[in-house]
């Protein structure tokens, strides 16, 4: 069921959970807290703006003539192996972050985390508890973003939010030591200059991204976004109540998502895409208040054979099951996942086209546009001149240009 193309509504919720990654058992859509229990903020200020913003190089609109190639990974095969372009193997990975100069990859299924150069030779990093300094695992580790110093992952297995120091791979976790899923946040309590790294909960999260001050983190089984201030390590709520799924757009406690996925921010907006109400959400970073940008909501829960996948603008447009998301800073690109394909969507319109694959088509064809063939395409980012793509039903890692 993990990868299961065209399911019946009835399993609609669990397969939804399956492809969003996250771990069956650990209780997606659990509700821990209340709305009165959560602490929710906003950023005093917005950070500082930068061209390296989410995990992916941003300022000038890509040009791309829809080519697309497979970079590494071997088709079909699923295995740990090093080394370049198709010598290399992985197993199921889910998303994908850049620094500017590599790609940083969560091999799901391998429980580690992957390190590409652009010609794509991968290398596994070996990482250490930055407390005892014992090697560290990762348990079904789901999604990536970096500021360049650190990559921030989400270790959907453990319910926590790891903090990897690139040049030491030491590793820092925020959560539950024992992997309890919930809705906890936290605060800075003076004279101490963090937060109690334990004690936050989280509840099957898989998208990360950061504008290089906070990092935000789409928790999928509480419906809500959180915050996290990185040189803090507090915890908040940005958006959503836990364990309230809707498709509300409204302030912060108005809001209601359902399954949000996976997530990418220009430094002023954060995009989300709201994986169970087929949409394209945009969070005001300053205010916490949520709208959507493109995509019809389909109905929560079940399908009625209306919910395709069709360009448009704003909700004339419809997604089947949006899931990657990143940004030049003019245009996000959204994979939908189980259709297959490659959305652009112009922010300042919502317009909406296909600009890789045919929906409902699977398979693995390097080629350009609709030619081109994926296998459950999830994560995404882009070096600014180029989008890379996580191909992980095929497992390989696709680069379009």
Do not use: W
């Amino acid at each position: 069921m993990y990868f299961r193309r065209e399911v019946s509504m009835q399993k609609f919720v669990t397969v939804l959970c399956s492809l969003l990654v996250t771990v069956a058992g650990s209780g997606c859509g659990n509700k821990s807290t209340s709305a009165a229990d959560a602490i929710y903020d906003t950023p005093p200020t917005l950070a500082p703006a930068n061209s390296h913003m989410g995990g992916a190089v941003q300022g000038t609109a890509l040009v791309l003539s829809k080519s697309v190639a497979t970079l590494a990974g071997s088709v079909g095969i699923t295995a740990l192996a090093d080394g370049s372009g198709n010598a290399s193997k992985f197993y199921h990975p889910t998303d994908i972050t850049t620094d500017g100069t590599n790609f940083y990859i969560t091999d799901y299924l391998n429980n580690v985390i992957r390190k590409m150069d652009a010609s794509g030779v991968v290398t596994t990093l070996a990482c250490t508890d930055a407390d005892s300094g014992a090697a560290i695992g990762f348990y079904r580790p789901t999604g990536i973003t970096t500021d360049g110093k650190n990559l921030y992952v989400v270790d959907s297995g453990t319910n926590t939010i790891r903090f990897i120091d690139i040049a030491s791979r030491k590793v820092t976790t925020i959560g539950s030591t024992s992997g309890s899923a919930g809705s906890v946040d936290t605060t800075l309590f003076p004279p101490a200059s963090t937060a109690d790294k334990t004690y936050a909960r989280f509840n099957n999260p898989t998208g990360i991204t950061t504008d290089g001050v906070n990092l935000y983190v789409a928790d999928s089984g509480n419906q809500t976004i959180r915050r996290i201030v990185i040189a803090t390590r507090a915890v908040s709520t940005l958006s959503g109540i836990s364990g309230s799924a809707g498709t509300v757009d409204g302030t912060r406690t108005e809001a209601r998502f359902n399954l949000p996925a996976r997530i990418t921010t220009d430094g002023s907006s954060l995009f989300v895409t709201d994986f169970g109400n087929r949409t394209v959400r945009r969070i005001a970073i300053a205010t916490g208040a949520v709208s959507t940008i493109a995509g019809k909501a389909g109905p929560l829960g079940s399908d009625s054979g209306t919910i395709d996948s069709t360009d448009g603008t704003g909700a004339t447009a419809q997604f089947y099951q949006p899931n990657g998301i990143t940004t030049d800073g003019t245009s996000l690109y959204v994979t939908d996942s189980y259709k297959n394909t490659i959305r652009r969507i112009v922010i300042s319109s919502g317009a909406v086209t296909t600009i890789a694959g045919t929906a409902g088509t699977a398979g693995h064809n390097d080629a350009i546009g609709a030619a081109a063939t994926f296998d459950t395409p999830i994560g995404i980012t882009t070096d600014g001149a180029a989008l890379y793509i996580v191909d992980s039903g095929n497992n390989t890692i696709r680069k379009m240009q």
